[in-house]
T-cell receptor, first 117, second 111 residues
């Protein structure tokens, strides 16, 4: 079974530039999450989708971050304009929550590592 | 106060040692608890769920104390391959499945 796919794996930009990350979850997983992981910290939830609806975006800095999951499958996370403190790994995860077969497990992609100079 | 708190470590132990990690959570309504493992520069992966009665998976034992709001992970007979960061994960609310991660405890197992 294919895992969660993310791209790009690495991105280096200058502050005030924009960047977009893409995620394709495991087939059939209704719930998709974007987490931000700063070095030395645990993953911090940015946004959670169930199908194409937002369940929680309370910690998403909406003045600069946006995310969408238009067809309930893959998702894009955008940062515009980027700040130095956005340097982090952006992890996408999916789960079967909401499909009746939920085990409570999150499956993560390998992450997109962003460096803002 | 953070919702999920862990001792960051690192715990530096010899092979064969027994090591225990604790985690405390602040929301008494939390319902589900997990330990995830994260290798250096890799994504987190589920190690084990934590059940109220405690549960064991090989060398790993997880315990939950709801009254004191803490979770523990015990690793017996440590292997070099156990070196990783162990993340405590808590479901924030009973009505919504929102997983909150601790900052992780780093374990180094030396030969």
């Amino acid at each position: 079974e294919a895992g969660v796919a993310q791209s790009p794996r690495y991105k280096i930009i200058e502050k005030r530039q924009s960047v977009a990350f893409w995620c394709n979850p495991i087939s059939g997983h209704a719930t998709l999450y974007w987490y931000q992981q700063i070095l030395g910290q645990g993953p911090k939830l940015l946004i959670q989708f169930q199908n194409n609806g937002v369940v929680d975006d309370s910690q998403l800095p909406k003045d600069r971050f946006s995310a969408e999951r238009l067809k309930g499958v893959d998702s894009t996370l955008k940062i515009q304009p980027a700040k130095l403190e956005d340097s982090a790994v952006y992890l996408c995860a999916s789960s079967s929550l909401g499909t009746g077969t939920d085990t409570g497990e999150l499956f993560f992609g390998e992450g997109s590592r962003l460096t803002v100079l | 106060r953070k919702e999920v708190e862990q001792d960051p470590g690192p715990f530096n132990v010899p092979e064969g040692a027994t090591v225990a990690f604790n985690c405390t959570y602040s929301n008494s309504a939390s319902q589900s608890f997990f330990w995830y493992r994260q290798d250096c520069r890799k994504e987190p992966k589920l190690l084990m769920s934590v059940y109220s009665s405690g549960n064991e998976d090989g060398r790993f034992t997880a315990q939950l104390n709801r009254a004191s709001q803490y979770i523990s992970l015990l690793i017996r007979d440590s292997k070099l391959s156990d070196s990783a960061t162990y993340l405590c994960v808590v479901n924030r609310l009973a009505s919504s499945y929102k997983l909150i991660f601790g900052s992780g405890t780093r374990l180094l197992v030396r030969p």
